[in-house]
């Protein structure tokens, strides 16, 4: 992946015996074009993602697998899994799928609209400004999908509660306490893998970008 580094360029050229005639405008280059293709590569692991989520939910959806666990764990409390049960149960997995698959279609646009913007743009000043804005963006869509996992996961809590109340179960002290921490767990724990993942992912290239941003912005002001 391609890096520009101003400090290590300004360092490696003063150790050379004869200096390379670079001016401002070259270096501002480079650093445009090592920006952009950051942006772009965002933007193809976005498009990757969602074809991703695109796919799984295409395949759970005609395997009609994808509540199996839910209702043995369902089960265990004593909720009787009925035909309208089960039909209600896989009406609020597609939804949810469809507002996830929605999402990350809409940041996908956004990532474009940001890209194709910063790759078109000029002026040192405006694409300092698209630069940001494309960074506000990425950490929008790190924190919706964050956000989606902690819904997704009331809305089920809330389901069950509502079925339970429908079919008169009264769970005991010890199997409430459970399935509430077990839910709080599986929320926990795909929160943490989700911030991993970003963290990762993401958080190499925004880093690099940053860098990138704050030394075109040196530039900005020396001028």
Not at 9 to 37: A, D
Request: no cysteine; hydrophobic share 50%.
């Amino acid at each position: 992946m391609p890096e520009f580094d101003l400090d290590n360029f300004k360092k490696t050229w003063q150790q050379e015996p004869v200096q390379p005639k670079y001016n401002t405008s070259e270096i501002e280059s480079m650093l445009n074009k090592s920006s952009r293709n950051y942006v772009k590569y965002i933007l193809w692991i976005s498009l990757v993602e969602f074809i991703l989520i695109l796919g799984a939910n295409l395949y759970y959806t005609f395997l009609g697998e994808d509540t199996t666990d839910l209702m043995s764990v369902l089960g265990k409390l004593g909720i009787d899994n009925s035909a309208y049960f089960e039909n209600t149960l896989a009406q609020l997995y597609f939804i949810l799928k469809m507002v996830s698959l929605a999402m990350t279609g809409a940041f996908v646009y956004l990532f474009y609209q940001n890209y194709r913007k910063i790759n078109i743009e000029s002026n040192l000043k405006k694409l300092i400004l698209q630069i940001i804005k494309f960074k506000k963006t990425v950490q929008l869509f790190i924190l919706a999908n964050i956000a989606l996992v902690v819904l997704f996961t009331l809305i089920l809590g809330i389901f069950t509660f509502s079925v339970l109340a429908q079919q008169n179960i009264e769970l005991t002290n010890p199997t409430l306490i459970g399935f509430i921490a077990g839910l709080i767990l599986t929320m926990g724990i795909s929160v943490l893998m989700i911030w991993i993942y970003y963290r990762i992912v993401y958080g190499f290239i925004l880093r690099r970008l940053g860098k990138n941003l704050e030394q075109l912005q040196n530039i900005e002001e020396g001028n």
